[in-house]
């Protein structure tokens, strides 16, 4: 993945002259991310463990009269103007542009002074690919907007706001985990997020250090999650919670899983249910592994995490199968899809000497079964949002 994050700042400031004719005042980054383990497991106020990747979107900003926000957006060439009427109430302000609508009808909700802004976007976070473009469109657009405005906003509470900018304004069911990486990661650590307290600690994860290498696997499958199938997993969450009078299934502890699953009324809600249980433990073993510097033996914990997304939760598509498959078969430690599902990337935990031929062999399995030639890139752990200049 690109460690040359100036580049994409430097498209921004392009994008920001070009539309405006002027400078920017300053601009702002944030990240896109990827899990290292635990997967729907946020809605479930359970635990996540994501990092942040060098990957980023890049805000370039100046101040203009309040009440008015225009941005222009490097991938589209578009550029949207709202004022204070389209931000009183979500779907005023519809595709890109309702990300940075939303941030300032949150922002608004909240009770901040939002100045009014110019705005130019640029980014190397690939769309559709399940690395959390949006969030990191967001948690760019805020970081930018607090900033020029002074706004007292402490980083802890960044997050939830942004994610009631996606959720309430934009419309998409995601939970905490996304803005959480993109906003509060750190370089060479990996995010424990407790989704319930909100509740952080920075784990160091030093994959040089262990000679090992993460391969980000873009597998091409185009997103058939529709939302509807991840508002649908949602929905079968809550209802087994509420079948087994516990606040979320994260209240469901591994050693009573089997007396739980007992008491559903069908096949499809236990796998779900089991899912989400093992899932949970399977994170704070790999925090556990991960304290005590033993990288290497994270592997299986992130294959067996797969297996219970195929398996359980029935979110994984042929291309993300093989992927893993493929990159197991070549020698990796340990594979799992990361993201919502139904498309997007797998991770490999590889020794950093093996990446080419676990790439290599991921290659070629998708040709063999004549899918879209994937991209194989490797991720180191990187911060989350900041201004740059």
Not at 52 to 60: K, N, S
Not at 135 to 157: C, F, K, N, R
Not at 234 to 247: N, Q, T, Y
Not at 324 to 347: H, N, P, S, Y
Request: proline letters at 7%; charged letters at 20%; glycine letters at 8%.
């Amino acid at each position: 993945m690109t460690n040359h994050p100036d580049e994409v700042a430097d498209r921004a400031t392009t994008c920001f002259q070009h539309a405006y004719g002027q400078a920017p005042a300053g601009r702002w980054a944030a990240p896109g991310r990827v899990n290292l383990i635990g997967e729907h497991t946020d809605y479930n106020d359970g635990f996540v463990l994501p990092f942040a990747l060098p990957l980023r979107t890049v805000v370039a900003a100046t101040p203009q009269p309040t009440g008015s926000w225009t941005v222009c957006s490097e991938l589209t060439g578009e550029t949207v103007s709202f004022g204070t009427d389209e931000v009183t109430r979500p779907g005023r302000v519809t595709g890109w542009a309702a990300y940075v609508a939303g941030v300032v009808w949150a922002l608004r909700e909240a009770g901040h002074p939002v100045p009014g802004a110019r705005l130019a976007v640029a980014s190397d976070v690939p769309l559709g690919a399940g690395l959390s473009s949006s969030a990191a469109l967001e948690a760019a657009v805020l970081t930018a907007l607090v900033d020029l405005g002074g706004l007292e906003l402490p980083a802890d509470q960044q997050p939830r706001l942004a994610q009631r900018a996606e959720n309430q304004y934009v419309g998409a069911p995601t939970g905490i985990m996304d803005q959480s990486a993109v906003i509060r990661c750190r370089a060479g650590h990996a995010l424990f997020l407790d989704c319930r307290t909100e509740r952080v600690e920075h784990i160091p994860f030093d994959l040089d250090g262990a000679g090992l290498a993460v391969l980000v696997i873009d597998s091409r499958a185009p997103h058939r999650h529709a939302d509807g199938e991840y508002a649908a997993r949602r929905a079968s969450c809550e209802k087994a919670a509420a079948l087994l009078d516990v606040p979320a299934l994260r209240d469901v502890p591994p050693t009573g899983l089997d007396d739980a699953l007992a008491r559903l009324p069908d096949d499809e809600t236990r796998r779900r249910v089991r899912h989400v249980v093992t899932e949970d433990q399977r994170v704070l073993d790999t925090v556990a592994l991960l304290r005590d510097g033993q990288v290497r033996q994270i592997g299986p914990l992130l294959t067996a995490s797969h297996a219970s997304m195929r398996d359980d939760f029935a979110i994984t598509v042929p291309e993300v199968d093989t992927a893993v498959e493929a990159a197991l078969a070549a020698g990796a430690l340990g594979a799992r899809m990361t993201g919502g599902g139904f498309g997007g990337c797998v991770l490999a935990l590889v020794e950093a000497d093996q990446s080419d031929r676990v790439g290599t062999a991921v290659t070629a399995a998708y040709a063999n079964r004549a899918f879209p030639t994937p991209t194989v890139t490797p991720a180191t752990p990187a911060p989350g949002a900041t201004r740059l200049d």
